[in-house]
T-cell receptor, first 110, second 109 residues
Framework: DTEVTQTPKHLVMGMTNKKSLKCEQH?????MYWYKQKAKKPPELMFV???????INESVPSRFSPECPNSSLLNLHLHALQPEDSALYLCASSQGSEAFFGQGTRLTVV | SQQGEEDPQALSIQEGENATMNCSYK?????LQWYRQNSGRGLVHLIL?????REKHSGRLRVTLDTSKKSSSLLITASRAADTASYFC?????????FGAGTTVTVRA
């Protein structure tokens, strides 16, 4: 199984809502990533988890809160987002070389 | 910050022609990777070249790496309509995978 599964595929949320994005992989990868991608731009790294511990936070605002409950799961909790946070959110996992990406969650903040 | 920068930003070619895109980066790397993205969905890994390698082939793909110039190129030979996508280089330093600006390739039938 070389899949990274992200749910939901699409999400529309209001600025006062709390929602979560989920990511799952069963490849035993030790590193998991969250990226944000705006239209016609490259993915921007947000967070890196290594062995279930947060190892990199690219100065992401606190309204984004990552969580790694176990080695297969990665969540991104969203609270009080702004319309400019609307983007494609991509999860990826890696064992140190190539990264495997999920299909992303298309988030719209209204 | 983005460490890989690419050119051209966009490329339009006829089916059967070759497509070449370039990537430059700023810092030392463990390896450099190329990814493809269709229609703003997930990225697919194409090829990885390690810092001690100079050239690598995979099917219709050829990647070169020049660490002295901090640059890499991706060549797609005999392009097909299905190659229409955005292509990104990505540099790896420890666990940090950072993407370049990308090249959008359109292959005309």
């Amino acid at each position: 199984d070389t899949e990274v599964t992200q749910t939901p595929k699409h999400l529309v949320m209001g600025m006062t809502n709390k929602k979560s994005l989920k990511c799952e992989q069963h490849m035993g990868h030790r590193a998991m990533y969250w990226y944000k991608q705006k239209a016609k731009k490259p993915p921007e790294l947000m967070f890196v988890y290594s062995y279930e511990k947060l190892s990199i936070n690219e100065s992401v605002p606190s309204r984004f809160s990552p969580e790694c409950p176990n080695s297969s799961l990665l969540n991104l909790h969203l609270h009080a987002l702004q319309p400019e946070d609307s983007a494609l959110y991509l999860c990826a996992s890696s064992q140190g070389s190539e990264a495997f990406f999920g299909q992303g969650t298309r988030l719209t903040v209204v | 910050s983005q460490q890989g920068e690419e050119d051209p930003q966009a490329l339009s070619i006829q089916e059967g022609e070759n497509a070449t895109m370039n990537c430059s980066y700023k810092t030392s790397i463990n390896n450099l990777q190329w990814y493809r993205q269709n229609s703003g969905r997930g990225l697919v890994h194409l090829i990885l070249i390690r810092s001690n390698e100079r050239e690598k082939h995979s099917g219709r793909l050829r990647v070169t790496l020049d660490t002295s110039k901090k640059s890499s190129s991706l060549l797609i030979t005999a392009s097909r309509a299905a190659d229409t996508a955005s292509y990104f280089c990505a540099v790896v330093n420890d666990y940090k995978l950072s993407f370049g600006a990308g090249t959008t390739v359109t292959v005309r039938a």
